[in-house]
């Protein structure tokens, strides 16, 4: 069938998901849309409604580990299954589109991938291997009295918290990666052929099973792969735009009205961490987006 699919991580806020999705509609008609989620987050009357693709998955996503590099394969393979697009546009349920979508598809003609990578070396995220720990909060004061014991003795092996949100259990692995160790953006953008290499290496115990054992997988696993792919046209750039709000921060800042220009600007297709149904920053930045895209419409700029 070709064309584009946008396939969206959600998790949270079925409203604010709706309105994210009722605006990437608007802006990109022809492309497909697919919407991941655990649960009935949005119903097959919300689907219809939207003139979306529903996949609701068995998949429990925690932080820090494999799980969301799985559910992220596995709604590529859904999409894969439906459209056969000839690019999948992956993103969260708090990304809002910042620019003309329709105009945004069209230079992507010739890629393969548009990836922001960090330049940074991360091999602590490999050297050893990380195991999960059971998140109950009954353990969490045996998680803490151990990883202070591993600090302390400095050990190859113990105990952290990745992200101040997962129990994770580490020890030294034998041998390097499969392929070269790259680390970047989760949020990324995939042609036929590089989504297929990724969905193939998922499958594969060297490469996969690997990557299952990294802190961190989903930061990882598709730039490591694509890595290895020198046929294949990479591209630097963003899907998403975000702010941090210190350096080193795992996690992004939800977006305001001072973040628009940057927004805009920023080069990015779309902006996260967007959450609500209509708040200042979506204002905006649609009404930015429509003076684009309906030259001579009757805006207020952004401030």
Request: glycine fraction near 8%.
């Amino acid at each position: 069938m070709g064309g584009v699919a946008y396939v969206v991580m959600a998790h949270t806020g079925p409203a604010a998901v709706a309105a994210r999705v009722r605006r990437l509609r608007e802006l990109a008609p022809l492309s497909h849309v697919l919407v991941r989620s655990a649960g009935s987050l949005l119903s097959d009357a919300d689907a219809q409604d939207l003139g979306i693709a529903l996949l609701r998955s068995e998949i429990r996503v925690q932080w820090g580990d494999w799980s969301l590099t799985a559910a992220a394969v596995e709604t590529f393979s859904t999409a894969q299954r439906l459209w056969d697009p000839d690019h999948v546009v992956l993103v969260s349920g708090q990304d809002h589109p910042v620019t003309d979508l329709a105009v945004w598809e069209s230079g992507l003609d010739g890629v393969d991938a548009v990836l922001r990578r960090d330049p940074r070396d991360h091999a602590e995220r490999w050297r050893s291997c990380w195991h999960v720990l059971p998140a109950q909060s009954a353990l969490d004061t045996l998680w803490w009295g151990l990883s202070r014991v591993s600090a302390r003795v400095g050990s190859s092996r113990g105990i952290d918290r990745a992200g101040d949100r997962t129990w994770v259990a580490r020890h030294p692995r034998p041998g390097g990666p499969p392929v070269p160790y790259v680390k970047g953006s989760f949020w990324c953008v995939l042609s036929r052929a590089a989504l297929t290499a990724v969905v193939e290496a998922a499958a594969d115990p060297r490469v996969g099973g690997w990557f299952a054992t990294t802190l961190l997988p989903d930061e990882s696993f598709v730039h490591s792969v694509l890595a290895a792919r020198p046929d294949l046209r990479t591209v630097a750039g963003a899907t998403s735009f975000t702010v941090f709000p210190t350096v080193g921060s795992a996690h992004p800042r939800e977006l305001g009205a001072d973040d628009v220009n940057a927004a805009l600007a920023g080069g990015a297709p779309f902006a996260r961490k967007v959450v609500g149904v209509d708040g200042e920053f979506t204002r905006r930045v649609d009404a930015a987006v429509d003076a684009l895209v309906r030259p001579g419409a009757c805006v207020r700029p952004p401030a």
